[in-house]
């Protein structure tokens, strides 16, 4: 049996309630939980908080909450779990904004390092009102946005995931990367 595979039976089975699969699954997918934090936070300006393992932890927890998640498959599984780590860290980068902008009431000095670290936040947030626009505009074109970009899934992956042809992934992959990049200006 492939790893992928055991994967896949784990997840169904955890899915209808089997508690066990759920505790021989995590060793399983914690090095791809991994690689996914710490492909999100490559992203993310250098000094950031939120460390790598921290973003798999409240990946994690968030996993083990879903109540109602009927997993497909391996692909579908890393799907859930790369939108919930762009979740936490568009939470964390709005949390950042608003506290800049005196939602603690904390005094701090304005500094470069400061300035400079609150860009990738702003970009993020951007880049996250620029998807509810692609939402509307053309949903497959978001999820596919999501899944590659957010997710690292590749484009098997991301076709297995949306049950559609990996040529038909690319060209829209194309088409979502040209949008965002007219909707965010040529800089993106």
Same mark, same amino acid.
């Given at each position: 049996?492939?790893?992928?595979?055991?994967?896949?039976?784990?997840?169904?089975?955890?899915? &209808?309630? +089997?508690?066990?699969?759920?505790?021989? #699954?995590?060793?399983?997918?914690?090095?791809?939980?991994?690689?996914?934090?710490?492909? @999100?936070?490559?992203?993310?300006?250098?000094?950031?908080?939120?460390?790598?393992?921290?973003?798999? &932890?409240?990946?994690?927890?968030?996993?083990?909450?879903?109540?109602?998640?009927?997993?497909?498959?391996?692909?579908?599984? @890393?799907?859930?779990?790369?939108?919930?780590?762009? !979740?936490?860290?568009? +939470?964390?980068?709005?949390? !950042?904004?608003?506290?800049?902008?005196?939602?603690?009431?904390?005094?701090?000095?304005?500094?470069?390092?400061?300035?400079?670290?609150?860009?990738?936040?702003?970009?993020?947030?951007?880049?996250?009102?620029?998807?509810?626009? #692609?939402?509307? @505009? +053309?949903?497959?074109?978001?999820?596919?946005?999501?899944?590659?970009? @957010?997710?690292?899934?590749?484009?098997?992956?991301?076709?297995?995931?949306?049950?559609?042809?990996?040529?038909?992934?690319?060209?829209?992959?194309?088409?979502?990367?040209?949008?965002?990049?007219?909707?965010?200006? &040529?800089?993106?």
């Amino acid at each position: 049996m492939t790893q992928s595979h055991g994967i896949t039976e784990l997840l169904i089975q955890w899915s &209808n309630g +089997d508690k066990t699969a759920l505790d021989q #699954l995590m060793p399983l997918v914690e090095r791809e939980l991994r690689r996914l934090a710490r492909h @999100f936070m490559r992203k993310e300006n250098p000094g950031h908080t939120l460390q790598p393992t921290a973003l798999v &932890n409240e990946t994690y927890l968030k996993l083990v909450d879903q109540k109602r998640a009927q997993w497909q498959n391996r692909a579908h599984f @890393f799907a859930i779990a790369a939108e919930i780590m762009r !979740r936490i860290l568009l +939470d964390y980068a709005k949390k !950042r904004n608003r506290e800049k902008r005196g939602g603690q009431l904390q005094q701090v000095s304005i500094s470069d390092r400061l300035a400079i670290s609150n860009e990738k936040s702003v970009e993020l947030i951007a880049l996250d009102e620029a998807l509810v626009r #692609l939402l509307a @505009f +053309d949903p497959l074109l978001s999820k596919i946005t999501e899944l590659r970009y @957010f997710g690292g899934l590749s484009v098997e992956e991301t076709a297995e995931v949306l049950g559609i042809a990996p040529i038909t992934v690319m060209r829209h992959w194309k088409m979502a990367r040209a949008w965002l990049r007219c909707e965010l200006g &040529n800089g993106a």
